[in-house]
């Protein structure tokens, strides 16, 4: 970006919605908005608080769960639609209701069938993860050209290499578009499940600061969970540009 | 050039005496109700280059892909060696039209692919891919990857792929046809040092009279949908002339000619 032709360094706007925030924190207009340079300083004490470190660690425990299992069963879910007609058929309007359905609405009903406990959190983060990888998966099996398939075959490849040498990677790029999008997903829920289940993890800290109005922890909460889903986004996006030269060229 | 009918192409081959390598009888594809060939009885004589010939959908490829194993025929059966065919063997290897090469292999992995699908050792098939790297004139692109690659080279790396396997039937569908021309007729006379080098039998498919002429020992014209054999000929060229003195020679003028007139009724 440029500016009155000047080039302006990337996240300088980021800069400029900061110093916004400095600001109005500062003028005491929202008892909400406490001064951002505050924020920071309550975030950094928090993380050494062992509060704040056994939530950490129950939320990151959970997610992982969580995350493990939307992506081994989404990717055999996308493999099998993206290989079979009758399974596409079969699991394709569901995946499609399902990856648009606002899933919050499920965790009560979750939190009746696995109880307040971390179970909930973690089917809840499968819940919110797995569809979208099952459908990048599927789009990414189906666009695996029939060349490679008749190459495999004609070459002497077994069933299980046919999968495990040619299709999921060539399909790859597309997987881990998805398990990118899953880990966006993820992240929203396993903080709406800790947040409803709300005696776990981080959603029992911010119920807790909210309740008492503790606004800076609060926001420093809110900073430190969106900053590590933008990183983690980052991680994969970042192994996905290693494989993204071949999406094209297949 | 000699044009042999149809009906007398079995008597042809065996008065010649030469061994068949592959042999087809009474083939025939139904894709649901459309009819795609219709009883195709044809010999491949071992160590020659055949080629099927035809106007497009006259089921040319489909029938290649009926002998690699790929497609099951509705009726009749194929064999190989005197062995019928049941699926993909290693006795037979495939060259692809769109070169189904792994984008994310190097061109050594690529070459070595249907030896480690054998299971053989690295080194090992490490070694027998660099051999046929250097016969396809890809030494020093060994570590590349295919999409640094020009149409012609991928080619030539399927084409590796495929001898490195040491199979006895060598089926190419199409394999120039996504080469630029100035690339397929380098690759053209390159192949035909390879057919006279590595005394395979090669069954090639092609839509072009004159690569079919050109690389021939024996032209399989094929008739439009259902496809059947419409006729045979074997154009006798001197193949020890240059290139350029074949791509002049009178017999090679008139056999694309003669073929040409046989198949341009079909052209609408």
Known sequence: MTLFGYRVPMMASLLVWCVIWEIVGRSGAMFLVPPLSHVLVAAVALVQTGTWQAAALTTLNSFLIGMVFAIVVGVAIGVLMGRSVTADNLLGIWVN??????????????????????????VTVFLFAVWIIVLDTRAGVQGV???????????????????????????????????RLGVVRGVKGVVIGQLLVSIIGYGELFELYSRNFDMENFWALTIILFAAAMGLSALIESIEKRVDYYAGVR | ???????????????????????????????????????????????????????????????????????????????????????????????????????????????????????????????????????????GFENKFPHELSGGMRQRV?????????????LLDEPF????????????????????????TFIFVTH??????????????????????????????????????????????????????GLKHYVD
């Open chain 2, 208 to 261: 072009s009279i004159e690569e079919a002429v050109y690389c021939s020992d024996r032209i399989v014209i094929l008739s439009r949908r259902p496809g059947r054999i419409a006729q045979i000929i074997e154009p006798e060229i001197d193949r020890s002339a240059s290139p350029d003195a074949i791509r002049r020679d009178q017999g090679y003028l008139d056999t694309v000619e003669e073929i040409w007139q």
């Open chain 2, 158 to 170: 399927g084409l590796a792929r495929a001898f490195a396997v040491n199979a006895d039937v060598l």
């Open chain 1, 145 to 179: 050209p029939n060349s490679l398939i008749e190459m495999g075959r004609s070459y002497g490849a077994s069933r299980a290499t046919l999968y495990g040498k040619i299709i999921l990677l060539a399909a790859l790029p597309e997987i881990l578009a998805g398990i």
């Open chain 1, 97 to 122: 209701i399902f990856v648009s359905a606002p899933l919050s609405a499920l965790v009560p009903v979750l939190m009746i069938l696995f109880g307040m406990g971390e179970t909930t959190v973690v």
């Open chain 2, 177 to 200: 046809s996504a080469v630029d021309e100035q690339n397929r007729r380098k690759f053209q006379e390159d192949l035909l040092e390879l057919v006279e080098k590595e005394k395979k």
């Open chain 2, 1 to 139: 050039m000699r044009n042999i009918t149809a009906e007398a192409a079995t008597a042809a081959t065996k008065t010649a005496g030469a061994e068949i390598a592959v042999e087809v009888r009474g083939i025939c594809k139904m894709y649901n109700e459309v009819e795609a060939l219709r009883s195709i009885d044809l010999d491949f004589p071992a160590g020659k280059l055949t080629t099927l010939l035809g106007p497009s959908g006259c089921g040319k490829t489909t029938l290649l892909k009926i002998i690699a194993g790929l497609i099951p025929a509705t009726s009749g059966e194929i064999r190989v060696n005197g062995k019928t065919v049941t699926g993909p063997g290693p006795e037979r290897a495939f060259v692809f039209q769109d070169f189904a090469l792994m984008p994310w292999a190097t061109v050594m992995r690529n070459v070595a692919f249907g030896l480690e699908l054998k299971g053989m050792g690295k080194d090992e098939r490490q070694a027998i891919a660099a051999k046929y790297i250097a016969e396809v004139g890809l030494s």
